[in-house]
């Protein structure tokens, strides 16, 4: 299973973005990025997905380096809601469906 | 609300009994999925269903669990003689037929508590 490398915890303010970085060196040219997240006393939730060009949807943006070595999650004005853990797991095209969770990093906002 | 929806919510019972859990996943999604999740971790994958045929096992599944999914809809995963090692919470999750763009929707879990 491709790995990915996210930090522990990050911290950030209400109405501020938040970039949310994960690195996957090893991915490979079939890998989807994706990123789900896990608010308290909840399952994981789908946020976003991608392959190579960056992708918007209602609840954040991805952005996915040139070398698809890397990419972050933008939540563009973060509120209380939003503090959960947030996973970023590479998932190939075909094969294996099941979801490879790491550690994830714990995103806390400050009011 | 037509989500994944899993019953009990929490479940407590002494170490050596058997304890069922139910999943019910969205109604038109024909894979179904089983994760585990210790505090502190990120759920872990034990299996999934495609329809009603079980594809893939995780070494994690041992021969004190078992999953069905009779009738392709509904699922059951059942752990025989508890441990103390067994409490976590057990997630199912549920997506549409296809490649690895899919994504999965999950319930709010199972908490297992063994006394």
């Known amino acids: 299973d491709a790995k990915t490398t996210q930090p522990n915890s990050m911290e950030s303010n209400e109405e501020e973005p938040v970039h949310l970085p994960c690195n996957h060196s090893?991915?490979?040219?079939?890998?989807?990025i994706h990123w789900y997240r896990q608010l308290p006393s909840q399952g994981p939730e789908y946020v976003i997905h991608?392959?190579?060009s960056n992708v918007n949807n209602r609840m954040a943006s991805l952005a996915i380096a040139e070398d698809r070595k890397s990419s972050t999650l933008i939540l563009h004005r973060a509120t209380l809601r939003d503090a959960a853990v947030y996973y970023c797991?590479?998932?190939?095209?075909?094969?294996?469906?099941?979801?490879?969770f790491g550690q994830g990093t714990r995103l806390t906002i400050n009011p | 609300d037509t989500g994944v929806s899993q019953d009990p919510r929490h479940k407590i019972t002494k170490r050596g009994q058997n304890v069922t859990f139910r999943c019910d996943p969205i109604?038109?999604?024909?894979?179904l999925y089983w994760y585990r999740q210790t505090l502190g971790q990120g759920p872990e994958f034990l299996t999934y269903?495609?329809?009603?045929?079980?594809?893939?096992k995780s070494r994690l599944l041992s021969d004190r669990f078992s999953a069905e999914r009779p009738k392709g809809s509904f699922s059951t995963l059942e752990i025989q003689r508890t441990e103390q090692g067994d409490s976590a919470m057990y997630l199912c999750?549920?997506?549409?037929f296809g490649s690895g763009n899919q994504p999965q929707h999950f319930g709010d879990g199972t908490r297992l508590s063994i006394l």
């Open positions: 999750a549920s997506s549409s």
């Open positions: 991608g392959l190579t």
């Open positions: 109604s038109e999604h024909n894979r």
């Open positions: 797991i590479l998932r190939p095209l075909q094969g294996a469906q099941k979801l490879v």
């Open positions: 090893t991915i490979s040219g079939t890998d989807y």
């Open positions: 269903f495609q329809n009603e045929a079980q594809l893939e």
